[in-house]
């Protein structure tokens, strides 16, 4: 090891004194300028009577551009540590931002500099990973928006936040985050939803023959969101920051687990609007208002809207390895016995260690990965949700081929099964995991590596 000895540590220090002294060289001041500074810290605000407290980023949106690295320097300025998970970017892994697995966590008064390149183009999003049951409830997270050069011209391009708040009888965020009755059903649901931080409808105007792209992301820690798109001509352009080959028609629902994205596209005609209606009474969440000398419907284009290919093979249909992710636990699942920390326990046992949901036959996180494997291989993943709740997978750093396109999320319903087949990526230890935050923290988490 190097001994810095005084007359080094003089040497150094006198170096220091001049270089402060000297007019700033340019290279320094641009190699400043080009880090994106992220503060977490407490914010407040305006929803209620008083003011409600949130935790959040300074900046709620981050632009970067495909394929560019980018320096983020994340300053804690909150009272518990923290890290940033840039969720389904494929980033290297030592960037990927999960505490405890590909870092020590970001303490207090502290910063961590980041350095996040993205492969790929489209609509991502960034959160804490530590302690997330409490910190995603409190509000931290953002937007990624991932720009490609050869994307096609929207004249409007908006993206809506959605998210699922529980504020108690004081305005605040409600501060039971781990309730074991509710992380081992649904768990915990809000009683305020949120667009873009703010109450109510979120409304915008455009012109008739406006290209609209509008680009959704379901931050909630637990709700899955149900959408009813009223925007005619609509088209799903991408899923999880991934276009879809060709874009197809929305449909009537639009179904996002947690951490879900959707871009949609359509040539403004006429008024429309997004409503959400899992509830009993529909929420007007998006209204997009076209001035009324639009007497027409305007022909579609399909094809002027699809966004290039990100650079993702198509799948393969040889398949390197099988593994089975079959999902078990939570209240009315039957689970008899599952590993947890070495040791087979049984339901009763489990519950004592406040663990309720497992991934093959494993509560929590293991000593040894789930599989280990080598770059460039596909792996198919026979998911099998036997639980009475649905759940949204999550794999890290990698998308899945799943009903014909690319994601890095998929939502189960109670007993539903689903193969897709992961093309593996970097190298590293990366997390699948529901998205749920609550059924996370409850055991429904597992890793993977690649060597
Ligand atoms: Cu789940």
Known sequence: MMKITRRQWLAGGSKLMLASMLPRPLWAAQTADSTLHLQAQESTVNWLQKPTTLWSYNQTTLHLKQGVPQKIRVTNNLPQATTVHWHGVRVANAMDGVSGLTQSPIQPGEYFEYEVMSPDAGTFWFHSHHNTVEQLARGLYGALIVSGEKEPVFEQDWLLLMDDWLL????????????????????????????????????????????????????????????RPEFPGALLLAKDGQPLMTPE????????????????????????????????????????????????????YPGTMALPANPMPLPSSEIDQKIDLILEGGAMGRLQTAHYQGKTLSFRELVNHGQ????????????????????GQTIELQLDNRTAFAHTIHWHGHHAWADNRWQDSLTLTRGQRKTVRLLTGNTGKWLIHCHMIDHQATGMVTWFEVV
């Open 249 to 300: 028609p929305v449909g009537d629902l639009i179904v996002m687990g947690p951490g879900e994205r959707w871009d949609l596209g359509w040539l403004a005609n006429q008024t429309g609007q997004l409503l959400e209606v899992s509830g009993q009474t529909p929420l007007l969440v998006a209204e997009v208002n076209v001035s009324s000398n639009a007497a027409m419907a305007l022909p579609l």
């Open 168 to 227: 108690n009888e004081d305005g605040q965020i409600d501060t039971t985050f781990n309730n074991l009755h509710t992380q081992a059903h649904a768990g915990r649901m809000g009683n305020i939803l949120s667009v873009n931080a703010q109450l109510g409808a979120w409304k915008q105007q455009t012109q008739p023959g406006d290209r609209v792209r509008l680009r959704l992301v379901n931050t909630a820690t637990n709700r899955i969101l149900q959408l």
């Open 356 to 375: 309720v949901w497992t991934i093959a036959g494993q509560a929590g996180m293991s000593t040894e990965p789930l599989f280990r494997t080598r770059p």
